[in-house]
């Protein structure tokens, strides 16, 4: 291999590194919810764009949540939400708010798209 | 999501409230709602300018809930509570459509463009190394170049630059018009740091584009590298022809799983024909109220779950139970909201409403079950969660192999496999394998009356191998019938039964009923001084004359001489049959044999479960004896009986043991524990009451055939999740690698990313469409 070819397979592997470290090395910082509303239920709000901001949500074990995305995209890929720990596939509509409801019960509870590819968790503590 | 039933009294009513801009706003309408008396609760969200009222609906009315929203001086109005559901999905349907025919048209007049760019290319590419390249796409598009040269000579002696300008314009165009949504949609992605389908198209398409614009503007610098200039302009149109076509049809084919629960949603009518003090009124369907008479005239909808106080009719239930028979329904009768009345006038006692009715019931299961997740979707999920960056490592990879290997290094070549690994990799088709299945199924079982709660039921009913059925009530009536009688010789036949029969009228006892059925409609006489005999019969004086009905040892402890019957009562004791004697004025009249009958089709459901490999086991708390007969008469030959309700459970986990998967049939109410216990229980819907707990199936259809049909929706279901996930999984396994290059070596044979393109746009088409081959499968 020619000296050009390293630097060819350095500068692809530094690449790859860095893609991976892109895409996967990302820790969201959770974010804190709390029952504010009168009658004790958790509103969580998040945006659709991209992907789920703010994408990992803490709130009381135990607590009845009100999540309500506000989608603003028509991206096929968010067209649906999925808790596969609370049976929820709902359809999120492009442009709006889309409310789904459930009791959080303690642990991690990982949320998707429809085809898993955007990600985010509710936490219940 | 919250499927709780309300009690009758306590409902729940969604209304909307516009003009709230605050949150003093929603104080106010929250206040003055929880000040009207009768209601228990009120939220009301901002976000949603919705305000949810828990009231009791003895003491207030949802037009008074309105009344006292307008009064704060925002606006509320009743609402259609399917008018919303109907309104928001006839709109995302329109939607959907102008969305399909948007991406239709921009992939037509992209792949025209693309066609004409390819011609267009010919001239550059005419002579070069296009003809003998390992490419087989671009080698075959060769064969036409001597066609193209004879019927547009023209374009042979075009500069060619000003072909290339030509071809940029477009290519730009498309790119920025017809594909610009990759593009945003992509960006977006990335300052999430996510990345999706979209990512990969725009990186690939992207790195095609770029490569070309630098030949066509820079050639220079290719010349200096020792490369040709070579452009993919027309690559990239069809690439994004290609791919808004795979997304055209993959978006129609997705609509249609879920086609079955949409349908059954727009079921409900949204008004009533009530009677109100007399007066006959069409109301909207919020506003029926427990109790309230709803008439349903011939060929109408019935609007609510109800009994029937008055009238008979012909109900077809088929859209809920799948029973393709009409049901007679007469007073006292129940019915559910949705199903047609086919003939005669009906008045019907609202009793169940709102999101307590069946219908709302059977779709809130059915959404929870499309929400499902199967135990099979794992792997998949976890591989979709790494895919694009792993991806993009082996483009990287290949593009660097090409430049490090191949002598001389071309980058062109390096360029077009790395772009070819990027669009022929499709993570659709891993994420759409199982949820389009569970969808297609559950709307498939739902049209035979079997609810299946989800996913994970499905999959662990597919790998059931012991079936056990309860007795009493599931492979039986659950009625006890006089299967045989014996009249003594010096008896009058009508005169002892007529007797008989208003003795026992007066019992509320199964045995006693059984027996005035048998007696048939005829005028009793009344009997008189009653006397319950301590669980072993009664005794009465019909007519002047002393009877006693009851087991044969009562009989004979009140000195009754029952000799003439021993042959008969023993010949029926050894078949199981329950006895029931009767004397007159001290001498023995009749005998009864009384058993609960089978379900005419149960011997014939046993046997095709049996030829289906399955375990056939009975369960039953009666004698050991009653409940051979009874495995006999049915053919099976495994009966655990002489069980206590709370032994059902642990001849469920003894049959469990060794692996062995259980599936158990019961009624919902009493078999509660052991159905919770089985792998799957299956309960048999008894009238309105659908959403049971314990069971994973809910069997709406009275018919034991509906066992079959779940194992088998269930099997193939199965089958159809291992055939998408295979395909999935090996589409990418085998294409990614061609796609990157690893057949030229030996073969010589590279993949266009044209190619790469159609690939990738019918491997998700094709999961969903195997996926949607569930509707019209056969159950028996």
Known sequence: MSPADWGIAASAIVLIAFVNWFFLGKQDRPVAATAAAPDGVVDVLIRVEGGYTPSIIEVPAGARVRMTLDRREDNPCSDEIVIPDFNIRNPVAAYAKTIVEFTATPGRHEFSCGMGMLHGAIIGK | ?780
């Not at chain 2, 770029?210 to 200096?224: D, G, V």
């Not at chain 2, 029926?288 to 109900?315: F, K, L, N, W, Y």
């Not at chain 2, 976890?382 to 071309?410: C, D, G, K, N, Q």
């Not at chain 2, 690994?421 to 969808?439: E, H, K, N, Y």
């Open chain 2, 1 to 780: 999501m919250n499927s709780t039933p309300d009690t009758p009294a306590a409902t729940r009513i969604t209304l909307p409230v516009d003009g709230m801009t605050c949150a003093a706003c929603q104080a106010n309408v929250q206040r003055a709602l929880t000040a009207t008396a009768g209601v228990t609760r009120a939220n009301v969200n901002l976000m949603t300018h919705e305000a949810t009222v828990h009231y009791d609906s003895a003491a207030t009315t949802p037009e008074k809930l309105v009344a006292a929203i307008n009064d704060t001086g925002y606006v509320s109005r009743l609402p259609d509570p399917n008018a919303d559901a109907t309104v928001a999905d006839q709109a995302r349907e329109q939607e959907q459509r102008r969305d399909y025919n948007a991406v239709r048209t921009k992939a037509i007049v992209s792949l025209i463009l693309g066609a004409a760019a390819m011609i267009v290319s010919m001239p550059l590419m005419s002579g070069s190394h296009a003809a003998h390249s390992g490419d087989v796409f671009l080698r075959w598009t060769m064969r036409f170049d001597e066609p193209v040269r004879s019927a547009f000579p023209f374009l042979y002696a075009i500069d060619p630059f000003r072909v290339l300008l030509a071809l940029f314009v477009a290519t730009t165009l498309v790119m920025t018009w017809a594909g610009r949504h990759f593009y945003v949609r992509a960006w977006k992605g990335l300052r999430h740091r996510a990345a999706d389908m979209n990512t990969l198209i725009a990186i690939g398409t992207g790195a095609a584009y770029l490569y070309s614009l630098s030949a066509t503007f820079a050639p220079h610098w290719f010349a200096a590298a020792g490369t040709r200039p070579d452009v993919y302009y027309e690559a990239v149109i069809i690439i994004i022809g290609l791919v808004l076509v795979g997304n055209a049809m993959e978006a129609r084919a997705k609509t249609e799983t879920t086609q079955a629960l949409r349908q059954l949603a727009r079921l409900q009518p949204s008004s009533a024909r009530i009677r109100r003090n007399g007066q006959e009124q069409d109301v909207p369907i919020a506003s029926v109220q427990h109790g309230d008479i709803i008439i349903v005239r011939p060929g109408e909808r019935i609007p609510v779950d109800g009994v029937v106080t008055h009238g008979s009719g012909a109900v077809d239930e088929s859209m809920l139970t799948g029973e393709s028979m009409p049901v007679e329904k007469i007073a006292g009768a129940r019915v559910i909201g949705a199903t047609v009345n086919q003939s005669g006038a009906l008045e019907i006692e609202a009793t169940t409403l709102g999101q307590a009715s069946t219908l709302a019931r059977i779709v809130t299961l059915m959404k929870e079950a499309q929400g499902s997740q199967a135990p099979i979707q794992r792997l998949a999920d976890r591989i979709s969660a790494v895919f694009v960056p792993v991806v993009l490592s082996i483009a990287i990879t290949t593009f660097a192999a090409w430049m490090i290997f191949t002598e001389p290094a071309s980058l062109g070549a390096s360029l077009t496999a790395a772009v070819a690994v990027l669009i022929i990799a499709c993570p659709c088709a891993m994420g759409l394998a199982v949820p389009t299945a569970v969808m297609v199924a559950s709307g498939r079982g739902a049209a035979a009356g079997v609810l299946i709660k989800g996913g994970e039921p499905l999959e662990r009913l597919a790998g059931i191998d012991t079936v056990v059925f309860d007795k009493t009530g599931t492979l039986t009536e659950g009625l006890p019938k006089v299967v045989d009688s014996w009249i003594a010789a010096d008896q009058d036949r009508d005169a002892a039964l007529g007797w008989i029969a208003s003795v026992e009228s007066k019992s509320e006892h199964p045995l006693a009923r059984a027996i005035v059925a048998f007696a048939g409609s005829r005028d009793l006489a009344v009997a008189d001084s009653v006397g319950a005999l301590a669980g072993k019969g009664v005794a009465a004086t019909v007519d002047g004359h002393h009877v006693i009905v009851g087991t044969a040892a009562l009989l004979t402890e009140s000195g009754v001489d029952t000799a003439a019957m021993t042959t008969q009562v023993e010949a029926w004791s050894k078949d199981a049959r329950t006895v029931v004697a009767a004397a007159i004025d001290g001498k023995v009249a009749a005998a009864f044999a009384i058993a609960d009958t089978l379900r005419p089709n149960a011997k014939d459901v046993v046997a095709s479960l049996t030829r289906r490999g399955l375990r056939v086991v009975m369960l039953s708390g009666d004698r050991q004896a009653t409940a051979e007969a009874i495995g006999r008469q049915v053919g099976i030959g495994e009966v655990i009986a002489e069980v206590l309700p709370d032994g059902k459970v642990d001849a469920i986990r003894s049959l469990q043991r060794n692996d062995h998967h259980v599936a158990m049939i019961g009624d919902g109410l009493n078999d509660a524990p052991a159905l919770a216990q089985a792998d799957i229980g299956m309960a048999m819907a008894s009238g309105t009451d659908i959403a049971t707990e314990a069971a994973s199936v809910t069997l709406m259809r009275n018919d034991l055939a509906s066992v079959e049909h779940a194992i088998v929706l269930a099997r193939k279901t199965m089958n159809t999740m291992k055939q998408n996930l295979f395909w999935a999984f090996a589409y990418n396994v085998v294409g990614i690698p061609i796609a990157a290059g690893v057949l030229y070596p030996a073969f010589g044979i590279l993949l266009s990313p044209i190619l790469a393109s159609a690939a990738m746009a019918f491997s998700s088409v094709s999961v969903v469409s195997n996926s949607l081959r569930l509707r019209g499968v056969s159950l028996s």
